[in-house]
């Protein structure tokens, strides 16, 4: 049954343009994020999906030549006007293939905590442990901490990225096709976290996988050549989309 | 509805061999009762056992095209017009499967009557009238489902109305003929049964019509008028 409840906004993007040196990424994109909601952004290949992702932890920061207009504004980390440092802290980011440090398990976790000044070990202790329990790792894990994350499988990898970015406690989840490398025993887990997380954390997620975005979100976007053509409930867009693009692209049609 | 062709062609054969199997059970139907309302004309009891005879093609046709919605699902997962397709098709072949048993039901009743000696045709010419009225809704709902035109499945939504009013007068006079003579009472009670099935005719012709609009429109009218006329009597 669909809840009648108004969500309410986490972040909301404001006629937001992106451009890489010239090439104009993303064209006005308005959309809401509502909060303790699961969005996904879906689209063919090279549509701006990974572009606005990264837009939320001002990821194109870090680099030179890269350029916003517009205003992605978040209730409680207004992100024009906090160091980008501290909103990538608060913002997790998940990426398609698994990528741990190279380093144990549990320093994997703790990393984040340690950069931001933690060292307290019995905080440290304490945190990982919960981050990894938050993951739906923390079983499999919990008697092999000092041995080399790398080792994990993919699906396992996939969960310690995840635990590793629930330790310093985010508000918002990027996931950016992160089952795409998994197979579907592992996609199946990680949706199943998904579900879960979302009791605590706001989460958008790109997938290019549509059963997958119908499975786990509550709202769905879908982008074209870098415009938002339609965002809404997902059980709305998987049903009847307002937008014969948005038709078109979740039923296999050719535009 | 999407005029574009699907990446898969594959699909777009499924899909089209879907309607179309929608459609040959939609005939097979309407043939039904239109063979029941010559019966009822006429009292032809060869016709009588053919509408009885169809029954096991058009509870084939059914189950068949269920499991080719099974297998569409299962294998293509359809979003959007193409999940409101199948879910519509779904629904559309259990009415027009009842709608066989309708017919049935009525070619039963005309051989009771011609077996008692008597013609149907002689007691009710209202039954008739709706006979027909109701198998213009089958036809037309069939129509609006090959042409995906909400429109005109509005318009056999609106047509049940007079066809549940109609059967009620038959009902009265019935009753009043039944009271009046009492030799007639066993036929006039077949003769209600006819109605009876008539009527629901209409009614599944009305679903069908509904699942139309849901097709096309992605609305959900179902039950509509009757939730009207609930808070209007509660109100009242
Ligand atoms: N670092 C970059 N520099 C220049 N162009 C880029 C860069 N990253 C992506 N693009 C371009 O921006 C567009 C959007 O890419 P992207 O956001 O990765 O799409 P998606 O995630 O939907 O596949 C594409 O045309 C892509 O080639
Ligand atoms: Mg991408």
New interface residues.
């Given amino acids: 049954m669909q809840s009648q409840e108004t969500p309410t906004l986490k972040a909301e993007a404001r006629n937001l343009n992106f451009f890489y040196g010239q090439m104009q990424a993303l064209k006005k994109i308005n959309m809401p994020v509502y909060d303790k909601k699961v969005t996904a952004l879906i689209g063919p290949s090279g549509c701006g999906k990974s572009t606005y992702l990264r837009s939320f932890n001002r990821m194109h920061d870090l680099y030179p030549g890269n350029r916003y207009e517009g205003e992605i504004r978040n209730t409680n980390l207004l992100a024009a006007d906090v160091d980008p440092i501290e909103v990538r802290m608060r913002v997790g980011m998940v990426f398609q293939k698994p990528n741990p440090f190279p380093k144990s398990i549990f320093e994997n976790v703790a990393y984040g905590l340690r950069v931001r000044g933690e060292n307290n070990r019995r905080v440290l202790d304490d945190k990982v442990e919960r981050a990894l329990r938050d993951a739906a790792i923390w079983e499999e894990v919990k008697d092999r901490l000092p041995e080399q994350a790398p080792n994990l499988s993919g699906g396992q990898q996939q969960r310690l990225c995840i635990a590793r970015a629930l330790a310093t406690d985010p508000e918002l989840l990027l996931f950016d096709e992160p089952t795409s490398a998994l197979d579907p025993i592992a996609t199946a887990a990680i949706e199943e976290l998904i579900h879960d997380l979302k009791k605590r954390v706001t989460i958008l997620i790109v997938t290019h996988n549509?059963?997958q975005a119908?499975r786990v979100s509550d709202y769905t976007a879908y982008m074209f050549l870098g415009e938002m053509i339609e965002f809404g409930k997902t059980d709305e867009?998987?049903?009847?989309?307002k937008d014969?693009r948005?038709?078109?692209y979740?039923?296999?049609?050719?535009? | 509805m999407?005029e574009?062709?699907?990446?898969?062609s594959q699909?777009d054969e499924d899909l089209g061999r879907l309607r179309s199997n929608v459609l040959q059970m939609g005939g097979l139907v309407e043939t039904q009762v239109m063979a029941a309302i010559e019966a009822y004309k006429t009292g032809d009891m060869t016709r009588v056992k053919n509408i009885i005879e169809a029954e096991h093609t058009v509870n084939d046709l059914e189950k068949a095209i269920d499991d080719d919605c099974a297998h569409l699902i299962a294998r293509r997962?359809?979003?959007?017009?193409?999940?409101?397709l199948v879910f519509g098709i779904i629904k559309i072949v259990t009415d027009l499967e009842r709608i066989g048993d309708e017919a049935k039901k009525i070619a039963k009743g005309v051989r009771r009557i011609c077996e008692a000696g008597q013609l149907p045709s002689d007691y009710g010419a209202g039954v008739r009238h709706i006979a027909e009225a109701a198998l213009g809704m089958v036809r037309e709902s069939l129509d609006a489902f090959a042409r995906l035109d909400s429109a005109m499945a509005e318009a056999v939504i609106r047509a049940d109305v007079d066809v549940d009013t109609e059967f009620k007068s038959i009902v009265r006079q019935l009753v009043t003929h039944m009271m009046e003579d009492q030799r007639t009472i066993t036929t006039s009670i077949d003769i209600l049964s006819i109605a009876r099935a008539v009527e629901r005719i209409g009614d599944h012709a009305k679903n069908i019509a509904e699942h139309v609009v849901f097709i096309v429109?992605?609305r959900d009218i179902r039950h509509q008028g009757k939730d009207k006329k609930a808070n209007e009597e509660s109100r009242a």
């Fill in positions: 549509m059963q119908a867009i998987f049903i009847k989309p014969k948005t038709e078109d979740i039923t296999g049609r050719m535009g | 999407s574009n062709v699907h990446l898969s699909f997962q359809p979003a959007a017009s193409d999940l409101r429109d992605g």
